[in-house]
């Protein structure tokens, strides 16, 4: 790891890494033996923070956890695929990011292209996925992505905008991360930051998104476990 950081530092010109994300988890490293030696990179100056990507939950946690008994530094960002389409990180990854107070890097929020809404017909955009072949290119996605489509005539802005604004909203604490081919579609994406969706249209784009259940989280939130935990006091108890 170290020699990857050093190599990394020689390749960019810089002395230091603003942000090292520790990609992919490999089921072989030990949670202890990581934080540890990220925490002798963080103490050489040669990293400042650490983010933590394409991990379960309950890896992180443990990560985290280890970290704060141990007086290290924690996981200040987790990255994750996240978009309207795909919304798994909803059950465990975004509570633990508000938990944690980790940013929430999603990235793919255009579905790999297809909430651009340039798959809903024949054109000469650029395309990487075939329909039979991708399994993004389900017959529900391509529904969700006319359904964005319209919604975006509607507004005024363009499917990619509303699509990318969706994640930014979605989650108090994010940043997420999106590609461009070009100059002109980095800037038109950029634009988000330029509008909000209304509550009616988060509810709507949340409605036609929506996935299965999250539980014991749903379940705890039901008004008669909520009674039966809290005896009708929830909103006289300070934490």
């Not at 033996?33 to 963080?42: G, I, P, S, T, V």
């Not at 509550?199 to 909520?226: A, E, T, Y």
Request: hydrophobic share 40%; with cysteine.
């Amino acid at each position: 790891m170290t020699q990857s950081v050093e190599g990394s530092l020689k390749r960019l010109g810089t002395d230091y890494i603003d942000l090292y994300y520790v990609h992919a988890w490999d089921f072989l490293v030990a949670p202890e033996e990581l934080m540890r030696n990220l925490e002798y990179l963080l103490a050489s100056g040669k990293i400042l923070s650490i983010g933590i990507s394409d991990t379960p939950a309950f890896i992180t946690s443990r990560c985290n956890t280890l970290a704060e008994l141990r007086g290290w530094n924690q996981f200040a960002a987790y990255q994750v695929e996240y978009c309207l389409t795909e919304r798994t990180a909803d059950r465990e990854i975004i509570p633990l990011c508000e938990h944690d107070d980790m940013l929430f890097c999603g990235f793919g929020p255009l579905a790999a292209g297809l909430l651009t809404g340039k798959y809903l017909e024949e054109n000469n955009d650029p395309k990487r996925m075939t329909k039979g072949v991708s399994a993004r290119l389900s017959d529900r996605n391509l529904a969700m992505s006319a359904e964005i489509k319209a919604l975006s005539q509607e507004i005024g802005h363009t499917p990619s905008q509303v699509a990318i604004r969706w994640a930014m909203q979605m989650v108090k604490k994010s940043s997420p991360i999106f590609g461009a081919r070009s100059l002109k579609q980095c800037e038109e994406n950029l634009k988000v930051l330029d509008f909000s969706l209304s509550n009616d249209q988060m509810n709507q784009l949340n409605s036609i998104s929506k996935i299965g259940p999250n539980n014991p989280n749903d379940f705890l939130k039901l008004p008669r476990l909520q009674e039966i935990l809290y005896a009708g006091h929830k909103e006289n108890i300070k934490k």
